[in-house]
């Protein structure tokens, strides 16, 4: 039978000061959130924009059941999610971090499966289920068994199963991993289409084109805080200008730079945010000492790099 209904008065979710700490006997703790704060508002797409191990996958944990908290709380349309785990869960639905098929079962056996498991009528869960398939370009590899598909079938298989349940509020961890472009932004069109049916969805990844294609607003998480919150465009703005020269194997010229706003490394290379009217002496400058230089606008990698204070690729 289907679960409680969500209470539409309620925001989807909203966690407050959320922490998790991990203990071994013999060993360090290890904090893995330390006092999150964020919330999802109805029909929203937000994502957690974070390196590896920043705590993107511990919070989807936690706000999905599958995880207690150390202390804090979450809940998920009203309902607590640690203390009554049985009223949040058949209210959302879960993309996990490079989860897997059932290996026994095709793409269309596995997301008929799991409807009816959820209540859904023969009738509704046939009509999602073809719809799922041709929206992730599964069609032609509906009826072949999931450990016969490639790595980005199977990833493509998860996500038709979970949009396919309409539920209130999704979770999607990493879910165009292992995808190639086409396959990804088909992913983009079936997420905003659920948003616009009405459902809620919370996402981790640290692809930056897909949380500026794809959010409504986004927090960025570092070492399970949160540093930033805002959309794609404020939190740009944020960085101080509206163009982003890159300077190749000079990052000595720090100083002769600083002056013109917000200044960056990474690597061997140097960022400048400037705004177009500083443009001109900047590049005076790079010419008078034989700089090769490359214009731009400014990304969310410059607002990740000015949060973080590293790129979202680079390892500890």
């Known amino acids: 039978m289907p679960g409680p209904a969500a ?171 292992g995808m190639d472009p086409f396959a990804r932004r088909a992913v983009w069109a079936a997420l905003r289409e659920l948003t616009r049916l009405g459902s809620t969805m919370l996402l981790t990844t640290h692809y930056l084109d897909e949380a500026d294609a794809l959010s409504d607003r986004l927090y960025i998480v570092e070492r399970g805080r949160v540093l930033m919150e805002g959309t794609a465009e404020e939190l740009k703005r944020s960085v101080g200008g509206t163009l982003k020269v890159t300077i190749a194997g000079q990052t000595q010229h720090v100083d002769l730079f600083r002056s013109f706003g917000t200044v960056m490394t990474d690597g061997t290379s140097l960022t400048v945010i400037v705004q177009p009217d500083s443009l001109g002496e900047l590049m005076a400058i790079a010419v008078r000492e034989r700089l090769t230089t490359t214009v731009g606008p400014v990304t969310l990698e410059e607002a990740f790099m000015r949060a973080v204070g590293r790129s979202i690729n680079e390892d500890e």
């Not at 703790?29 to 006092?35: D, I």
């Open 7 to 177: 209470d539409v008065s309620a925001e989807p979710l909203v966690a407050r000061d959320l922490r998790k700490v991990y203990t071994t006997r013999g060993s360090p703790s290890v904090e893995a959130l330390s006092g999150v704060s964020l919330e999802v508002r109805s029909r929203e797409r937000v994502a957690l924009l974070g390196r590896n191990g920043a705590g993107k996958t511990t919070f989807l944990k936690i706000a999905s059941t599958l995880l207690r908290p150390t202390s804090g709380t979450i809940e998920i349309f009203g309902h607590d999610a640690d203390r009554n785990p049985d009223r949040a869960r058949p209210l959302i639905a879960v993309v996990p971090q490079e989860g897997k098929p059932f290996f026994h079962l095709t793409p269309r056996e596995q997301i008929y499966t799991y409807l009816r498991t959820r209540g859904l009528s023969r009738e509704v869960a046939q009509t999602r289920t073809a719809t799922a398939l041709d929206q992730m370009g599964l069609v032609e590899v509906q009826d072949r068994l999931a450990i016969t598909l490639s790595g980005g079938q199977r990833q493509r298989t998860m996500v038709a199963t979970v949009i396919a349940t309409h539920a209130p509020l999704l979770f999607l961890d990493e879910p165009t991993i």
